[in-house]
Structure formats: structure tokens, C-alpha cells
């Protein structure tokens, strides 16, 4: 059975940094992609950050984050991270990791179509 825990949240102030994990429990996880989301109240789930899985290891990221956020894994841990510098209050969300549901040379939109299994969420505030 696949299980994402993410841990790492709280609360920050603007220009300052966070680092989210995404614990995952299950077999194959270097075959995956990891996806990372965010949802403030009222708004849609948008997708911030994305790595392939470890046999191609790319990164993509949405446009606005691309220069603050780095995506990383290390598959011996079987863990995602998320390092975020340079928060905004406008980062302030509940924060998602979920693992993709193609493999291989897969470009992806980080849509919450493309993934499957989604962890409880860590919330995120940046004060201003």
C-alpha cells in the first residue's frame, strides 16, 4: 500500500526559508515521479514543483516559484523534499506531495490529473 507523509511545515516570515519532506511507504519508489502542490482557502490545488523519477531525475516547476523552490529526492530514504527560500506571504498554503502516475520520459504540466496517492498536507505560513 502506498502512504505520502509530508512534515515540515509552519510558520515563517516573508524572505525566510522552509524545507517539506514527502515520506513515502510502499514498494518502487524510484520508478515515480514526486509532485508537489499547494492549496490556499478558496483556490484551486496548483501544482509548484515536480521531479521525475530516478532513472531520468528532471525537475519542472511553476513559473512563478521556479527561482525559490528546489526539488530533490533521495531514494535510499525514499524521500522527497521541497526547499522553499524567499517566501511570500503569498506562499501561504496547505502543501501536498503525490506520486506521479507515468513513468519514464514524461514531461509533466504537474496537474493533480497526472498523480495518483496524495499525502494529508502540511501547512505553510509566511507572514508578512
Known amino acids: 500500500q502506498v502512504q505520502l507523509v509530508e512534515s515540515g511545515g509552519g510558520l515563517v516570515q516573508a524572505g525566510g526559508s522552509l524545507r517539506l519532506s514527502c515520506q513515502y511507504s510502499g514498494i518502487n519508489f524510484g520508478n515515480y515521479a514526486i509532485g508537489w502542490f499547494r492549496q490556499a482557502p478558496g483556490k484551486e490545488r496548483e501544482g509548484v514543483a515536480c521531479i521525475s523519477d530516478a532513472l531520468e531525475d528532471r525537475t519542472f516547476y511553476k513559473e512563478s516559484v521556479k527561482d525559490r523552490f528546489t526539488v530533490s529526492r533521495d531514494n535510499t530514504k525514499k524521500t522527497a523534499y521541497l526547499q522553499m527560500n524567499d517566501l511570500e506571504p503569498d506562499d501561504t498554503a496547505v502543501y501536498y506531495c503525490?506520486?506521479?502516475?507515468?513513468?519514464?520520459?514524461?514531461?509533466?504540466?504537474?496537474?493533480?490529473?497526472?498523480?495518483?496517492?496524495w499525502g494529508q498536507g502540511t501547512q505553510v505560513t509566511v507572514s508578512s
Open positions: 503525490a506520486r506521479g502516475i507515468y513513468v519514464g520520459n514524461y514531461d509533466y504540466k504537474i496537474a493533480p490529473s497526472e498523480f495518483k496517492f
